[in-house]
């Protein structure tokens, strides 16, 4: 399956900002999916995690409370809506897919965030 970020710009602190990943496969929805993001300098960072149905749902400590990750199975898209958005929050944004029982085999290429301050 190939995935496609979209959805990044530059915003203001404090302001709000929503990433679609658009798959290419209907098996996308049999996929957990996520989202990862790279500073400049630093290391790829895990964000936010959501099972196949959207039922469970995991963040990273850094972005809890401020973004909330979602999917829409009929339209095998699945969205990051970021809150309260902080300069540390700039960054490439990834969007990742794995089969069940494997890693993170599927990456989108990436779309950037700038927040200003």
């Known amino acids: 399956v190939q995935l496609q970020a979209s959805g990044g710009g530059l915003v203001q602190a404090g302001g709000s900002l929503r990433l679609s990943c658009a798959a290419s496969a209907r098996a996308f929805r049999y996929y957990t999916a996520g989202w990862f993001r790279q500073a400049p300098g630093k290391e790829r960072e895990f964000i936010a995690s959501i099972s196949q149905n959207g039922g469970s749902t995991t963040y990273a400590d850094s972005v809890r409370g401020r973004f909330t990750v979602s999917r829409d199975n009929a339209k095998i898209t699945m969205y990051l809506q970021m809150s309260s958005l902080i300069p540390e929050d700039t960054a490439v944004y990834y969007c990742?897919?794995?089969?069940?029982?494997?890693?993170?085999?599927?990456w989108g290429q990436g779309t950037q965030v700038t927040v200003s301050s």
């Open positions: 990742v897919a794995q089969r069940a029982g494997s890693n993170w085999g599927y």
